[in-house]
């Protein structure tokens, strides 16, 4: 038994894990949300391996990145899927694994980004995608929910300005912009069908401040419980919100402003 606030979720089997993955834009709160469900005894929190990406071989691989985009782009993405897939693969001990993006993301939000951009030129692009899509056969990453943090690029830009990371200085309100449109495109349109590893995506507002609602965050946990247990036929408690669904590649899409 998962207990929270409000709601009980019973798995039919005691022993059933779960893995949860928080997707949206630059500074659309992510980690935020997972530390506060990193506080709970049923869930770990699985966050980008930002430090590594910061010491490569002596070398902080996203400054470089960011520094100079059409020079670096291929290998820290490609950096990034390889710490990703190390995230995915990671033994999970407790019922709830929860991870900030995914392998996914990484490739039809950031990798596609970069090569509308031209950061990404069409051999790089191509020797990406085909090394992404032999991991997805042999060595696919399983998600039993994707959760969507919906968080407008005005305030993303506003959020990124606040915690002043260093690396993260040269990134302008357009180039979260074009990040946004790319994961409306993937997560946020009921009429795309783009593959995100066959499994429900659950839509929440990611714009609400949560020094201006106190219990924005338990609201939300509630919410991604309800809606895992609604999703997987191995848990017997269903939603009690009142959401929008509509079909989604076999699956169910939800949106939720809280």
């Given at each position: 038994m998962i207990g929270i606030?409000?709601?009980?979720v019973d798995f039919k089997e005691p022993n059933q894990k779960f893995k949860?993955?928080?997707?949206?834009?630059i500074a659309s709160g992510k980690s935020t949300l997972l530390?506060?469900?990193?506080?709970?005894?049923?869930?770990?929190?699985a966050f980008e391996p930002v430090d590594k990406w910061?010491?490569?071989?002596?070398?902080?691989?996203?400054g470089l990145m960011y520094e100079d985009k059409e020079r670096w782009s291929f290998m820290f993405q490609s950096y990034v899927l390889l710490t990703m897939m190390e995230v995915h693969c990671k033994d999970q001990t407790k019922p709830l694994y929860m991870l900030e993006r995914t392998a996914y993301g990484g490739r039809y939000c950031f990798v596609e980004n970069l090569r509308k951009s031209g950061s990404l030129d069409l051999a790089e692009y191509t020797c990406y995608t085909e090394w992404f899509d032999w991991i997805m056969k042999t060595r696919r990453p399983q998600l039993d929910l994707i959760v969507y943090l919906r968080t407008s690029p005005e305030v993303c830009h506003r959020r990124l300005r606040e915690r002043a990371r260093n690396e993260e200085v040269s990134v302008s309100l357009d180039y979260l912009k074009s990040l946004h449109d790319c994961y409306e495109n993937?997560?946020?349109n009921p009429d795309n069908h783009s593959w995100h590893g066959n499994c429900p995506v659950l839509i929440l507002n990611g714009d609400r401040d949560v020094h201006s609602h106190a219990n924005l965050f338990e609201t939300m946990r509630d919410e991604i419980l309800e809606n895992l247990a609604y999703e997987n036929p191995l848990c017997q408690t269903p939603p009690t919100t009142n959401s929008v669904a509509f079909p989604l590649a076999g699956k169910v899409r939800r949106n939720l402003e809280l």
């Open positions: 606030r409000d709601v009980e949860i993955a928080i997707e949206g834009n530390n506060h469900f990193a506080t709970k005894e049923d869930a770990e929190a910061q010491d490569v071989g002596g070398k902080n691989l996203l993937w997560l946020g």
